[in-house]
């Protein structure tokens, strides 16, 4: 059962362009949903996050729009750079004593130069 | 300051051998997990330890075994690896309470043949 659903597997833009990844979720009780970046060999490292009493969270070129009543958020990463090139992960977790997240299944974005 | 280290890097079993994979952090963290990651299906939490002393099984326990050693050290073992359990394992920690997020260790291949 898969409670948190990212599309699209794959996404390949051009320098300068806006990369949009989208992710769904079914559990109403999640009230945490970062974005995590990997690169070849890595382990995953936290990007941008966002609560639900908020719909928009920006930090630098990475922003996440978060839609609570469509169970939807997405992350967008403005003037997109080769150094972009990475799997991004969305996951959603419940606030309590430990961090237990539901990720995505992974974008791979390849940024052309 | 390490983080998260995770050892080894990489392993390949024979059916049927066993193994423990080692994570230790120095973050003071409370709480320590262990994920699965497969192309396609991003990471899936194996087993996670709240805080010191207690564990309790993730979204695929099956054929895992997780040791919580003290705050620092959680090992996660397979005693018949099988070779459903290629894959490369994430040991990760995180704080307690809002705004805390989850670092990851880099990660150890395993393969089984």
């Known amino acids: 059962q898969q409670q948190v659903k990212q599309s699209p597997q794959s996404l390949i833009v051009q320098k300068g362009g806006i990369s949009i990844i989208n992710c769904a979720y079914e559990n109403t009780a999640f009230d945490y949903f970062p974005w995590y970046q990997q690169f070849p060999g890595k382990g995953p490292a936290l990007l941008i996050a966002i609560r639900p009493d908020v719909s928009e969270k920006k930090e630098g070129r990475f922003t996440i729009s978060f839609n609570k009543s469509a169970k939807q958020f997405s992350l967008h990463i403005m003037d997109s750079q080769p150094g972009d090139s990475a799997t991004y992960f969305c996951?959603?977790?419940?606030?309590?004593?430990?961090?237990?997240?539901?990720f995505g299944s992974g974008t791979q974005l390849t940024v052309l130069p | 300051n390490a983080g998260v280290t995770q050892t080894p890097k990489f392993q390949v079993l024979k059916t049927g051998q066993s193994m423990t994979l080692q994570c230790a952090q120095d973050m003071n963290h409370n709480s320590m997990y262990w994920y699965r990651q497969d192309p396609g299906m991003g990471l899936r939490l194996i087993y996670y330890?709240?805080?010191?002393?207690?564990?309790d099984k993730g979204e695929v326990p099956n054929g895992y075994n997780v040791s919580r050693l003290n705050k620092r050290e959680f090992s996660l073992r397979l005693e018949s690896a099988a070779p459903s359990q290629t894959s490369v394992y994430f040991c990760a920690s995180s704080g307690t309470g809002r705004g805390t997020e989850a670092f990851f260790g880099q990660g150890t291949r395993l393969t089984v043949v």
């Open positions: 996951a959603a977790s419940i606030l309590g004593s430990a961090r237990q997240l539901t």
């Open positions: 330890s709240a805080s010191e002393g207690t564990t």
